[in-house]
């Protein structure tokens, strides 16, 4: 239990360095860039007054490093903002505030976010499932008529794009077919039955292409670990084929699994940028391809860090999980 202990005291304290240094490249990119950044973070409709202030909110006047120190203690403490006629307390983890919708990022992060988790959880659960699946039983069948099927379908299912499967699956099963309703998110404490339903073909958009890069990993990793001594011990013992294959083999093959695993979730907390924009979801994928657009500097920079969090995050379970798996992790 020690070893256990110190090796998440490490994990912990490389995901705290690696935070840090992904805020202090996300500042730098968007805060010490050339040009006006004052401009550039008010936004294009604001007045030379407007700029002004946001001039010295951000406190452009001073150092580099001591803008970045403001903008730690920010994250970590919360900060002031003034609104001209007031003072706005904006607390920690503070963000920033909008100036193109005059509201603090962290709240309007928080309204997008559940819809975003709804999709990747759901999305998560199938392409497991289906991907690893796949991968077991093509490698099990290796050179079997089966195996070319399945081959064949991740091929195709890589290939792809996800707003091609996703408009077919629409078509098909909501207008022709009628089995679900077109998808309109609905909050999981409103309605559960109803959040399910309409979250259904995103789900299944979304899974059906990372599947098949799960099928693909799962089942190169499985041939590898069939290979390998242990596993020829174990048949030689007479063990069934199916306990080599589902509760030995399948353990040894895990680890690169659970890797890609964390970069997809972390990934598509954010990234499912299509699948949410098809489906009308308005999660925070859509709404930072919004924030973009109209050049709300502070919604991108709070997004970009909450998803870097959320990948930084996704990576340190996955390190547990490895170790969790095979404990020679934690002697590493």
């Keep these: 239990m020690s070893g256990f202990t110190g090796f998440l005291l490490r994990r912990a304290a490389g995901t705290v360095i690696t935070l840090l240094a ?39 006047g001073d150092p580099l490093y001591l803008r970045y120190w403001h903008f730690l203690e920010g994250l970590v403490a ?4 003034s609104t001209g006629t007031s003072v706005e307390h904006c607390a920690a983890p503070c963000l920033g505030r909008s100036y193109q919708t005059d509201q603090q990022v962290l709240p309007l992060i928080l309204t997008k976010l559940p819809v975003s988790l709804s999709l990747v959880a759901g999305a998560m ?13 093509s490698a099990w069948r290796r050179g079997r008529f089966s195996e070319r099927v399945l081959t064949a379908i991740t091929l195709a299912g890589t290939a792809t794009p996800v707003f ?30 109803q959040w399910a339903w309409n979250l259904l073909l995103p789900w299944l958009s979304l899974a059906l292409i990372e599947a098949a890069a799960f099928a693909r990993l799962t089942r190169a990793a499985m041939l590898e670990t069939l290979a390998e001594d242990h596993i020829r011990t174990f048949r030689a013992y007479g063990v069934g084929e199916r306990s080599v294959v589902g509760r030995h083999a399948l353990r040894g093959a895990l680890a690169p699994v659970i890797a890609l695993n964390a970069n997809t979730v972390g990934s598509a907390v954010g990234g499912a940028v299509l699948t949410e924009t098809l489906f009308g979801l308005p999660g925070i994928g859509q709404e930072l391809v919004h924030a ?28 547990v999980l490895y170790a969790v798996a095979d404990r020679r992790v934690v002697l590493a």
Aim: glycine share 10%; proline share 6%; hydrophobic share 55%.
């Design 164 to 193: 091609v499967l996703g408009l077919v699956l629409m078509i098909v099963v909501c207008g022709q077919l009628r089995l679900l309703p077109f998808p309109q998110y609905v909050a999981f404490g409103d309605d559960p039955e």
């Design 22 to 60: 992904i805020s202090v490249i996300v500042y730098v990119v968007f805060y010490a860039t050339p040009g006006n950044v004052a401009q550039i973070t008010c936004g294009p409709r604001c007045s030379p007054e407007q700029v002004h202030q946001v001039a010295q909110q951000l406190q452009l």
């Design 125 to 137: 659960v199938l392409w497991l499932v289906l991907g690893v699946g796949t991968g077991v039983l």
């Design 292 to 319: 973009v657009n109209v050049v709300d500097l502070p919604v991108v920079v709070g997004m970009v860090l909450v998803i870097g969090f959320f990948v930084v995050i996704a990576n340190a379970v996955a390190d």
């Design 78 to 81: 919360g900060r002031d903002f």
